[in-house]
């Protein structure tokens, strides 16, 4: 998936292109106002272009439409309300007074329980964002381990969790393994993905023909679940 620009008179658009092995082309506005363009991989530039000037005024209504509804983004203020990600879900937050800090999980709803007043936003951005952290160590650092099963390494790597810009993971020729924390947002198949392309980088360095060859050995449709991830967090 890649993003390009479509230019028609003075109006002039981001989509993000995705070649795919398919027969039909899909044009898809999402309520976010992001425009996603599948087509079958031998479909050239001026085809692409040509379909867009056809599908033009059916674009323009679609992102007016969304616009008008669009909400403004904003900064999470940590209250009952408010949606939060969650291994591919998005769950309501509920903040209750108690007798004791804990966090969990009950049906759509994280549950934050606090001794400290229901409206200290502080307070609550804490406790959540240490049980995403608590949460974030356990799954994949499991998931690690469940993953290098597919693979006949005499060693597991070390896992570090860091924040980084455009990338979900990355491999270290020092046998490390650096995961998003980002990711625990993502569903598990999802993360599970991205562990098996860092593993596969113990093997093959470059994205070559082996190493896809090994991706697809280890996981068949690991480009679904690679677009899957993209179109979720683009």
């Known amino acids: ?4 620009t479509f230019t028609y008179g003075k109006y002039s658009y981001q989509y993000y292109l995705i070649k ?5 082309v899909s044009l898809t506005i999402q ?33 007016k439409h969304f616009q008008k509804y669009k909400k403004t983004d904003y900064k999470k203020d940590y209250v009952s309300g408010e949606s939060f990600l ?23 709803q994280i549950h934050i329980f606090t001794i ?3 409206n200290n936003k502080q307070n609550n951005k804490r406790l959540l964002e240490k049980w995403y952290e608590e949460r974030t160590s356990y799954i994949f650092k499991n998931q690690l381990k469940e993953t290098a ?5 005499d060693f597991i790597p070390n896992l570090i969790i860091r924040k980084m810009n455009k990338r979900w993971g990355s491999y270290l020729q020092s046998k490390k393994i650096i995961l998003n924390p980002e990711l625990i947002k993502a569903s598990k198949d999802c993360i599970d993905y991205v562990i098996t392309h860092e593993l596969c980088h113990m093997t093959y360095k470059k994205h070559d023909k082996k190493f896809f060859k090994l991706m697809d050995s280890k996981i068949p449709h ?13």
């Open 20 to 24: 795919q092995n398919r027969k039909t």
């Open 31 to 63: 309520p976010s106002l992001k425009i996603i363009l599948k087509c079958p991989l031998g479909f050239t530039d001026e085809k692409i272009n040509r379909f867009l000037k056809r599908k033009w005024n059916w674009l323009e209504k679609q992102l």
């Open 149 to 153: 099963k597919k693979f006949h390494y």
């Open 222 to 234: 690991w480009e679904k679940l690679k677009e899957k991830l993209e179109l979720r967090f683009i």
């Open 116 to 118: 400290k007043p229901i």
């Open 1 to 4: 998936m890649k993003q390009e």
């Open 86 to 108: 969650y291994l591919g879900r998005q769950y309501k937050l509920v903040v209750k007074k108690a007798k004791k800090n804990s966090i969990s999980l009950a049906k759509n």
